[in-house]
């Protein structure tokens, strides 16, 4: 399934669908320093399905569905990402020039989902495939955590 951002900002945006319909929302509220990740139904009403707790210096701490998922780095010197699904398994962000690839942190490897930074005639894409559609919010709260840790370590690192 691809979904396009709809404006280039892990914090503030809407997922689309092929059909340019809003399937996610993504609100970030600086008082509170969370994200909150909404599903939007049919008849545009919303369900909230996680939020991100921002903490300055670490990574953030995602809820899913009332279950807590911490997105930790790899290794020390490691630029990726782990944590562990609700469905028990371990996954990896890893990440190229702008671009992500989260996979199953096992000897597989399976892709769970990629995303393409924005163009300037492409919006950003998120695509999960089909062993990532099981987990569909675990993958959005925790690319949340780790394309939103990321820009914010660029902005620093700019200063």
């Known amino acids: 399934m691809n979904y396009s ?10 997922l689309l669908s ?5 399937v996610y929302r993504i609100d970030t509220y600086l008082s509170s320093f969370t994200t909150t990740v909404k599903k939007v139904g049919g008849g545009q009403s919303e369900m909230e399905i ?38 028990g398994q371990s996954y990896k962000w890893t990440f190229n020039e702008g671009s992500a690839l989260m996979a199953s942190n096992d000897s597989r490897q399976a892709p769970v989902a990629t995303y393409t930074p924005a163009t300037r005639s492409n919006p950003g894409l998120l ?15 925790s690319f949340v955590c780790v394309e939103g840790e990321r820009r914010h370590t660029m902005r620093k690192s700019l200063r």
């Open 127 to 141: 695509h999960i495939t089909p062993h990532g559609l099981t987990i569909t919010g675990d993958v959005i709260l």
């Open 5 to 14: 951002l709809a404006t280039d900002s892990p914090f503030n945006t809407a």
């Open 50 to 87: 996680g939020r991100v707790v921002w903490q300055s210096g670490r990574p953030g701490t995602a809820v899913v569905h009332g279950h807590e998922i911490y997105v930790n780095k790899s290794s020390f010197f490691s630029s990726s990402r782990t944590f562990t699904a609700l469905n």
């Open 18 to 22: 092929p059909e340019g319909r809003a």
